[in-house]
């Protein structure tokens, strides 16, 4: 079993910066990728950014050149920094854990709201 649990959320004005922060505890050891979604009111969730267990990386069009993901030396730690921010990134972020050929984990979300 692996528990995620999100942090950083909240509201900031178009053009600044968040940072989102997921505390991974249990059987971490056992996550190949870990990543951010997100879901905005009446829209399906969307992959935001990924990053593997070999330190690879791939994010969604809309947020290239903006936000980062990285993780902790102990890989018990996801971050998400976001830059220049937008309307339409404003969502419910969710961090998201893959164990190959298992199950996958999610946490609870965050609320991100940028204003213009």
């Known amino acids: 079993q692996v528990q995620l649990v999100e942090s950083g959320g909240g509201l900031v004005q178009a053009g600044g910066s968040l940072r989102l922060s997921c505390a991974a505890s249990g059987s971490i050891f056992t996550i190949n990728t870990m990543g951010w979604y997100r879901q905005a009111p009446g829209k399906q969730r969307e992959l935001v950014a990924a990053?593997?267990?070999?330190?690879?990386?791939n994010y969604a069009d809309s947020v290239k050149g903006r936000f980062t993901i990285s993780r902790g030396a102990a890989r018990d730690t996801l971050y998400l920094q976001m830059n220049s921010l937008k309307p339409e990134d404003t969502a419910v972020y969710y961090c998201?854990?893959?164990?190959?050929?298992?199950?996958?984990?999610w946490g609870q979300g965050t609320q991100v709201t940028v204003s213009s």
């Open positions: 990053i593997a267990r070999s330190g690879s990386t």
């Open positions: 998201n854990g893959k164990v190959v050929a298992g199950p996958e984990y």
